[in-house]
């Protein structure tokens, strides 16, 4: 009998798959996981493709698929993106394979659910707590018997005597499902003209089942989650599956709450917080159908949908969507690419839209829907200037006093005042004042930022801590050390001391508590039971503060300046998001941004409130510079932890460039930083025109450039977003 033979992918640092035979009577089919022999070892991998028999192969080197696992097969569309991530981004096959893979995540053995129905007996004693579970259960309906007592405000050992009475009956419930089918018409909005028409657009979208992609451009507060709610509920309505990419998993409660009373339940979620069992049962219910919208980060993007109706990426220009270590790629990119090989809708939606996707809005590659006015008539908050060279604040203050006296005010009329600071800690550096050494970071070329909170240094590249020392470690002077520059917990501090009645409240994403923290404190700021907010960027995701009637920017020029091609396209979407928060509710908003730079053509757009005119500007500096969206570039890092390999590496790379009238090879130079986890880096930037194949050039490249001995590696960022 012919042998039969299977390619392997398997999730590991290889690009292509490794061929198996198939054991008789073993029926395989593309996208199935199986486990095969690799070395003295066994692993899980995928089949890439069946080979038919083995004519012309030696059949004597090769080894026999094991088993075929009992786990969802990837589907075509799904292969088919890890095809082509790898293709783009130069990743080994199989470590875009591993991002698709879940065969790890089980939900174990299945518990028996166990809820409890009232008999209609009377007990033969009553309490108070008694009477309230009665009266609770007395609709005639079984609840789970957790769900029972909590509602009621009783302990479970309540629940349990009343079944021991005969009061109450046990029943045994089905399987809790990955989650309740959401109603479409559960409740429908009111919405403005406006949205009515873009909703309505999504909608027939969805009906066309076709790929588009809809860029919804709508001012902050102009009700963008209403709209494309409506596009979720045509793909419920059709009986298809809907994925939402958020940039942040402490966005995920107040979203979560939003889509609860659109359509009653819940929608699945997806993300890191998730525990492992209800992950599972997400992925087992997204491959069956089950699980009909998906909210969640951007690993979601690789869950084996059924049938994806639609996608919709929130807060599209949000950095948080690249990923930089293993596999560097953009997941709203890639969002785009799912949806053209699923034949779907994808909506990408923003205040503040990335260049790449005003560019090709303004091309016709994208359909715009405008909505150019907040929902119910609330005005977008301007913003005021101070200029830190004539009004600053006192020496070792941040707070300047005109904005001291507009906090004084917003309190004293019931607002609530957000500063922002986009530097995480107490002090981005430490420093002796008697011999002026600076705590750095032993694995990085960063300083160590110290965070007050915790009695820490920190670095925020590799992660490395420290108790703060009571003397110098260079020359030993005692308490010689020294905060430099303010972070937010410096500037609650400050904040203390002006306003020592109010209530403030730092948010930022590296305070203890984890996501359980973050979002009981957002809740409480919504709930108006903070008066000053000092935040982070993290402030600047989409939440919804009712009661938030100032916000003032403390440094708005710390992204400027460094740089990075990128920076004035990160600080107006920034401040502008931060002001946004203001003014939701019926106060009135007010923003002022501190700057040194009140001149510059970003300060000027964000005073002027003239979105038109910076991205008039900036894409016109774009296409004269031949930058992203006007240009390709690539970034290829060459690391190791010693500077004399890392930078020999680099200079034999450039050396073997590929030569091409259309490409340039910039490099290579130190990085930005130069240490980072022990390792020294050098990188090279590579820039050629937008129509040109940059990921064959680079493949074309690699393989015929010298290979990396020792620990020296090279990481490839095709358009990378961050220049570090």
Same mark, same amino acid.
């Given at each position: 009998?012919?042998?039969?033979?299977?390619?392997?992918?398997?999730?590991?640092?290889?690009? #292509?798959?490794?061929?198996?035979?198939?054991?008789?009577?073993?029926? /395989?089919?593309?996208?199935? /996981?199986?486990?095969?022999?690799?070395?003295?070892?066994?692993?899980?991998?995928?089949?890439?493709?069946?080979?038919?028999?083995?004519?012309?192969?030696? #059949?004597?080197?090769?080894?026999?698929?094991?088993?075929? /696992?009992?786990?969802?097969?990837?589907?075509?569309?799904?292969?088919?993106?890890?095809?082509?991530?790898?293709?783009?981004?130069?990743?080994?096959?199989?470590?875009?394979?591993? +991002?698709?893979?879940?065969?790890?995540?089980? =939900?174990?053995? #299945?518990?028996?659910?166990?809820?409890?129905?009232?008999?209609?007996?009377?007990?033969?004693?009553?309490?108070?707590?008694?009477?309230?579970?009665?009266?609770?259960?007395?609709?005639?309906?079984?609840?789970?018997?957790?769900?029972?007592?909590?509602?009621?405000?009783? !302990?479970?050992?309540?629940?349990?005597?009343?079944?021991?009475?005969?009061? /109450?009956?046990?029943?045994?419930?089905?399987?809790?499902?990955?989650?309740?089918?959401?109603?479409?018409?559960?409740?429908?909005?009111?919405?403005?003209?406006?949205?009515?028409?873009?909703?309505?657009?999504?909608?027939?979208?969805?009906?066309?089942?076709?790929?588009?992609?809809?860029?919804?451009?709508?001012?902050?507060?102009?009700?963008?989650?209403?709209?494309?709610?409506?596009?979720?509920?045509?793909?419920?309505?059709?009986?298809?599956?809907?994925?939402?990419?958020?940039?942040?998993?402490?966005? *995920?409660?107040?979203?979560?709450?939003?889509? #609860?009373?659109?359509?009653?339940?819940?929608?699945? $979620?997806?993300?890191?917080?998730?525990?492992?069992?209800?992950?599972?049962?997400?992925?087992?219910?997204?491959? !069956?159908? $089950?699980?009909?919208?998906?909210?969640?980060?951007?690993?979601?993007?690789?869950?084996?949908?059924?049938?994806?109706?639609?996608?919709?990426?929130?807060?599209?220009?949000?950095?948080?969507?690249?990923?930089?270590?293993?596999?560097?790629?953009?997941?709203?990119? +890639?969002?785009?690419?799912?949806?053209?090989?699923?034949?779907?809708?994808?909506?990408?939606?923003?205040?503040?839209?990335?260049?790449?996707?005003?560019?090709?809005?303004?091309?016709?590659?994208?359909?715009?829907?405008?909505?150019?006015?907040?929902?119910?008539?609330?005005?977008?908050?301007?913003?005021?200037?101070?200029?830190?060279?004539?009004?600053? =604040?006192?020496?070792?203050?941040?707070?300047?006093?005109?904005?001291?006296?507009?906090?004084?005010?917003?309190?004293?009329?019931?607002?609530?005042?957000?500063?922002?600071?986009?530097?995480?800690?107490?002090?981005?550096?430490? +420093?002796?004042? @008697?011999?002026?050494?600076?705590?750095?970071?032993?694995?990085?070329?960063?300083?160590?930022?110290?965070?007050?909170?915790?009695?820490?240094?920190?670095?925020?590249?590799?992660?490395?801590?420290?108790?703060? =020392?009571?003397?110098?470690?260079?020359?030993?002077?005692?308490?010689?050390?020294?905060?430099?520059?303010?972070?937010?917990?410096?500037?609650?501090?400050?904040?203390?001391?002006?306003?020592?009645?109010?209530?403030?409240?730092?948010?930022? !994403?590296?305070?203890?508590?984890?996501?359980?923290?973050?979002?009981?404190?957002?809740?409480?700021?919504?709930?108006?039971?903070?008066?000053?907010?000092?935040?982070?960027?993290?402030?600047?995701?989409?939440?919804?503060?009712?009661?938030?009637?100032?916000?003032?920017?403390?440094?708005?020029?710390?992204?400027?300046?460094?740089?990075?091609?990128?920076?004035?396209?990160? *600080?107006?979407?920034?401040?502008?998001?931060?002001?946004?928060?203001?003014?939701?509710?019926?106060?009135?908003?007010?923003?002022?941004?501190?700057?040194?730079?009140?001149?510059? =053509?970003?300060?000027?757009?964000?005073?002027?409130?003239?979105?038109?005119?910076?991205?008039?500007?900036?894409? @016109?500096?774009?296409?004269?510079?031949?930058?992203?969206?006007?240009?390709?570039?690539?970034?290829?890092?060459? !690391?190791?932890?010693?500077?004399? @390999?890392?930078?020999?590496?680099?200079?034999?790379?450039?050396?073997?460039?590929?030569?091409?009238?259309?490409?340039?090879?910039?490099?290579?130079?130190?990085?930005?930083?130069?240490?980072?986890?022990?390792?020294?880096?050098?990188?090279?930037?590579?820039?050629?025109?937008?129509?040109?194949?940059?990921?064959?050039?680079?493949?074309?490249?690699?393989?015929?450039?010298?290979?990396?001995?020792?620990?020296?590696?090279?990481?490839?960022?095709?358009?990378?977003?961050?220049?570090?």
């Amino acid at each position: 009998m012919t042998e039969r033979l299977v390619d392997v992918l398997l999730p590991l640092g290889l690009d #292509t798959p490794y061929s198996y035979a198939v054991p008789d009577g073993l029926m /395989l089919a593309p996208g199935d /996981l199986v486990h095969v022999p690799l070395g003295s070892r066994g692993m899980v991998g995928c089949v890439w493709a069946l080979r038919g028999d083995a004519t012309g192969v030696n #059949t004597a080197k090769l080894k026999s698929v094991k088993a075929k /696992l009992d786990h969802i097969p990837l589907p075509e569309e799904l292969r088919r993106l890890v095809d082509w991530i790898a293709d783009y981004t130069l990743a080994p096959r199989g470590m875009v394979l591993r +991002m698709a893979l879940r065969h790890d995540e089980s =939900p174990g053995p #299945t518990r028996e659910r166990v809820g409890v129905r009232a008999t209609g007996r009377t007990p033969e004693r009553m309490t108070a707590a008694r009477t309230r579970l009665l009266a609770f259960l007395a609709d005639g309906f079984v609840r789970g018997k957790g769900e029972a007592a909590r509602e009621a405000g009783v !302990s479970p050992s309540v629940v349990d005597g009343l079944v021991d009475d005969g009061a /109450l009956e046990t029943l045994v419930l089905p399987p809790e499902p990955a989650a309740y089918p959401p109603d479409a018409s559960y409740a429908v909005p009111e919405l403005s003209p406006e949205q009515a028409g873009a909703a309505q657009a999504l909608r027939a979208a969805v009906e066309a089942r076709d790929f588009s992609v809809h860029l919804l451009d709508g001012v902050t507060g102009s009700g963008k989650t209403e709209v494309y709610f409506e596009a979720v509920a045509q793909a419920i309505m059709e009986g298809r599956q809907s994925l939402i990419l958020l940039p942040e998993i402490a966005l *995920t409660q107040a979203f979560m709450d939003r889509f #609860t009373r659109r359509f009653g339940v819940k929608p699945a $979620e997806w993300h890191s917080g998730v525990s492992t069992k209800r992950r599972a049962r997400v992925l087992r219910g997204v491959a !069956s159908g $089950e699980v009909s919208v998906v909210a969640g980060a951007r690993s979601a993007l690789f869950l084996p949908f059924r049938d994806l109706g639609l996608t919709i990426v929130d807060e599209e220009h949000d950095p948080a969507y690249k990923q930089d270590d293993g596999v560097a790629y953009h997941a709203r990119d +890639m969002a785009v690419v799912r949806a053209r090989l699923a034949k779907a809708p994808i909506v990408l939606a923003s205040a503040t839209p990335s260049i790449e996707t005003e560019v090709n809005a303004r091309r016709g590659r994208y359909k715009r829907l405008a909505l150019p006015e907040r929902f119910g008539g609330a005005k977008v908050p301007g913003l005021s200037p101070i200029d830190l060279r004539r009004e600053g =604040p006192p020496r070792g203050r941040w707070i300047a006093p005109r904005l001291e006296a507009e906090i004084t005010d917003t309190l004293a009329a019931g607002g609530q005042a957000l500063l922002f600071l986009n530097r995480r800690g107490y002090a981005p550096l430490t +420093m002796c004042r @008697a011999c002026g050494h600076r705590m750095r970071c032993p694995s990085c070329s960063a300083w160590l930022v110290e965070h007050r909170f915790r009695r820490r240094l920190a670095c925020h590249h590799c992660g490395y801590q420290a108790p703060i =020392p009571d003397t110098c470690p260079a020359c030993n002077a005692k308490d010689s050390l020294i905060p430099c520059g303010p972070g937010v917990e410096r500037l609650q501090e400050e904040v203390q001391t002006l306003f020592p009645a109010a209530r403030s409240l730092v948010l930022s !994403s590296d305070l203890s508590g984890g996501v359980e923290r973050m979002r009981a404190e957002l809740d409480a700021v919504a709930k108006g039971e903070v008066d000053i907010i000092v935040g982070t960027q993290l402030v600047a995701k989409g939440h919804n503060f009712p009661g938030l009637a100032l916000v003032g920017v403390v440094d708005a020029d710390v992204g400027l300046g460094h740089g990075d091609p990128r920076a004035a396209e990160r *600080t107006f979407q920034l401040v502008h998001q931060v002001a946004g928060r203001a003014g939701r509710g019926s106060t009135e908003g007010r923003g002022f941004i501190q700057t040194h730079m009140p001149e510059h =053509p970003v300060m000027k757009a964000l005073m002027l409130g003239d979105r038109a005119a910076f991205y008039e500007s900036e894409i @016109a500096s774009r296409e004269e510079a031949h930058l992203p969206p006007f240009g390709r570039m690539a970034s290829l890092i060459v !690391s190791a932890s010693e500077a004399h @390999a890392a930078e020999g590496h680099a200079r034999r790379l450039a050396a073997s460039a590929p030569l091409h009238a259309d490409v340039r090879v910039l490099g290579p130079a130190e990085a930005p930083l130069a240490l980072l986890r022990g390792r020294h880096r050098w990188r090279l930037l590579v820039r050629s025109p937008r129509a040109f194949d940059l990921s064959a050039y680079l493949r074309r490249w690699r393989e015929s450039a010298p290979k990396p001995t020792g620990n020296v590696r090279v990481a490839i960022d095709v358009d990378p977003l961050s220049f570090l």
